[in-house]
């Protein structure tokens, strides 16, 4: 079995990962998805949420931005990240799935205090403002 989290805010990945409240974790048998749910993280933020996926045994991360230190986490953690992607997670998850996933393997939100706003404030996510390297 595999599983695979999405961060996830009112139906729609979120865009900044190290502000995530919730992510929707998928078990995936044969190539297709068995089981879905709503985690909270319970206020878990940016390199605790790596702890956070590996002790619910997430083997990847569909997310928008994902600052270098969150990064750092989740390769130590094993985790697969797959950055730069918005919209439903539950058809985000699908194309991962079918090896069709349009994703960013550099994402980087590099904003990281520049100023105090957040990926997700952007209008259209933070791949429309440039965030991602």
């Known amino acids: 079995?595999?599983?695979i989290a999405a961060t996830y805010e009112n139906g729609e990945?979120?865009?900044?990962?190290?502000?995530?409240?919730?992510?929707?974790?998928?078990d995936i048998e044969d190539g297709r998805v068995?089981?879905?749910e709503l985690v909270d993280t319970n206020g878990s933020g940016h390199g605790a949420l790596a702890g956070f996926l590996k002790d619910r045994n997430v083997d990847a991360l569909i997310c928008g931005g994902i600052g270098g230190g969150a990064q750092a986490a989740m390769n130590a953690?094993?985790?697969?990240?797959?950055?730069?992607?918005?919209?439903?997670?539950?058809?985000?998850?699908?194309?991962?799935?079918?090896g069709t996933l349009a994703y960013d393997p550099n994402v980087v939100c590099s904003?990281?205090?520049h100023h105090e706003g957040d990926c997700g404030h952007h209008e259209g996510g933070c791949g429309a403002?440039?965030?991602?390297?």
């Open 111 to 113: 904003h990281h205090g």
């Open 129 to 133: 403002n440039g965030c991602h390297g």
């Open 34 to 36: 068995v089981a879905s």
């Open 77 to 98: 953690a094993g985790i697969a990240i797959y950055g730069g992607v918005s919209g439903n997670p539950d058809e985000a998850v699908r194309r991962l799935l079918a």
């Open 13 to 26: 990945i979120f865009q900044h990962f190290g502000r995530t409240e919730q992510f929707k974790l998928y």
């Open 1 to 3: 079995m595999m599983r």
